[in-house]
């Protein structure tokens, strides 16, 4: 099992509650997780229910057919308990479940060059030569 993540994947989904969701077909001009996260595997997902101000971000896992994502790790969500982030309990509704890269995630350099959210300076360093 290993974190992937790409371009370009998005599918709907029906599923409500705080479980893990059932993934459908791939929306228009956009793939499958199957494709292009594969079996097992984890990613960086959002979920969100159109229509309505429910949302949410995390790290998923596929199961072994990539039909099913199981939500294994909340980043941030629309549901605020206690001045925390929790799982949303998605009512019904079509879903829009897509591969995103968490702010909190990416590495960046702010307006004076300096890496934002990397494990060090070696790791601008390191990027720079690798390009």
Do not use: H
């Given at each position: ?27 228009n001009g ?31 896992t596929l ?60 790791f601008a ?7």
């Open positions: 099992m290993a974190l992937q993540i790409n371009d370009r994947v998005k599918v709907t989904s029906t599923t409500t509650g705080t479980g893990a969701f059932t993934l459908g077909a791939a929306s956009f793939v499958t997780f199957g494709i292009a996260i594969g079996s097992l595997n984890t990613t960086y997902y959002t979920i969100a229910n159109q229509g309505t101000n429910e949302w949410e971000v995390g790290v998923g199961n072994n057919n990539s039909t099913v994502l199981t939500r294994t790790t909340l980043i941030s969500s629309s549901s605020v308990v206690n001045a925390a982030y929790a799982v949303v309990d998605f009512s019904s509704g079509t879903k829009d479940v897509f591969c995103t890269l968490p702010a909190s995630k990416a590495v960046y350099l702010d307006a004076e060059g300096n890496t934002v959210n990397a494990a060090g300076a070696g360093v390191a990027m720079a030569i690798a390009l």
